[in-house]
């Protein structure tokens, strides 16, 4: 038998650890405080993306997004699926520059990526406004649509073997008086298993004291339905700098394409906001920020609203592994904005170091005890 393994949440991290881990053996437990796929992975766009903040961040979303190209004939229909690929819009000649810095990073990387001309631009996406510089165009970026995907995920890993307690929330996994590995369930039942993975987002902070996540809101409209006025995930080259002001409020432009014809429109960030509410001011900054970049946009007319809340680690990389205070349990959170994307990747890196699974990922960046003075960054990912 493999190790006994209690994941906390539903989300589509932990059905991707869920399943990775139950196909290599051990016996799984995923626990969820109300619903599978009902927090941040409800609340988000499905954009399955490259990004190079850093070199951590380039390894683990390339491997993700082959991961995701790998899975992608099994997914079920309802998945939404389909290669967009993603179109960074520059606005000016400095942006054009970034656009061919990045071009240079992925191809360094074996990521197809070129630039467009404004010519090129306007006739991929003629919606957009004239005078724009230009954009960078990654065509096997991918979208899909979360909350079925994590349903099956997790589907799978009861195929092999995984036990889903829904409605179960849980109080503790930090109790000195439970054994390691173990959770206390609300309703006063003790879950006990050799290694305990939090998936919890941003709640993982307050079950597990210490973890330096921090809540990042965001807004995002779906509109009518308007097949073919969008045929990339549009994303200004500004996105990065805004997306990474943690000291202001900040919005950007970032459209998606539906394959129901509607459009999602974000993006926004708001730190350390906890209210679920619609900020009424942060959401028509972000509107007019989408109507400054595609004019047209303006007459589709959107018909919902809401938020969620990304989880915001301090380097901009996810939290995975071992977390050194507290002996059996482990993490899987601080995704921020690329939960989608690398869910895949961080379950393999989770199936790896538990049950032996391959992976040539380097989870050394990613390891938890890079935030604890007293353990060393250099450690291997073990369990």
């Not at 051990?26 to 490259?50: K, L, N, W």
């Not at 993975?197 to 993982?204: D, H, K, L, N, R």
């Not at 482990?330 to 790896?352: C, K, M, R």
Request: some cysteine; charged content about 20%; hydrophobic content about 50%.
């Amino acid at each position: 038998m493999g190790p006994r393994v209690i994941i906390v949440g539903a989300g589509i991290v932990g059905a991707a650890c869920g399943r990775a881990l139950a196909r290599g053996g051990a016996a799984v437990t995923v626990v969820e405080s109300r619903f599978p796929g009902g927090g941040a992975t409800a609340a988000g766009m499905g954009h399955v993306v490259v990004m190079d903040d850093s070199p951590a961040q380039l390894a683990l979303t390339a491997r993700s997004r082959q991961l995701w190209e790998e899975l992608a004939a099994e997914l079920p229909a309802d998945a939404e699926y389909r290669r967009a690929g993603t179109l960074w819009v520059a606005a000016d000649d400095d942006e054009m520059a970034e656009a061919g810095r990045k071009e240079r990073l992925l191809a360094a990387a074996g990521i197809a990526a070129r630039t467009l001309s404004a010519a090129e631009l306007a006739r991929a996406e003629p919606h957009l406004r004239p005078g724009l510089a230009g954009g960078l165009l990654v065509p096997d970026d991918a979208v899909l649509y979360p909350p079925p995907v994590a349903g099956w995920l997790l589907a799978e890993a009861a195929r092999h073997g995984a036990t889903l307690l829904r409605e179960s929330p849980v109080a503790a996994v930090a109790d000195p008086t439970l054994a390691p590995g173990s959770v206390r369930l609300a309703d006063g039942r003790v879950l006990t298993a050799d290694v305990v993975i939090v998936a919890t987002g941003v709640a993982a902070a307050d079950l597990v004291p210490g973890v330096p996540i921090r809540p990042r809101k965001g807004h995002l409209v779906i509109t009518d339905r308007m097949p073919g006025f969008v045929s990339h995930q549009l994303i200004e080259l500004g996105y990065v700098k805004r997306a990474h002001d943690v000291g202001t409020d900040s919005v950007a432009f970032n459209v998606q394409p539906r394959a129901t014809g509607q459009l999602l429109v974000g993006s926004s960030r708001q730190i350390d906001v906890t209210s679920r509410d619609v900020d009424p001011a942060i959401l028509r900054q972000m509107l007019d920020r989408c109507v400054a970049y595609m004019p047209d946009i303006a007459r589709v007319p959107a018909i919902r609203t809401w938020t969620g809340f990304r989880a915001a680690a301090p380097d901009g990389l996810p939290l995975v592994g071992p977390w050194p205070a507290l002996p059996g349990v482990w993490l899987a959170t601080g995704h921020e904005g690329l939960g989608i994307t690398t869910s895949l990747a961080t379950a393999e890196v989770v199936a790896a170091a538990l049950v032996g699974g391959p992976s040539d990922l380097d989870a050394r960046p990613l390891l938890p005890a890079r935030f604890d003075a007293a353990a060393a960054s250099t450690e291997p990912l073990h369990a």
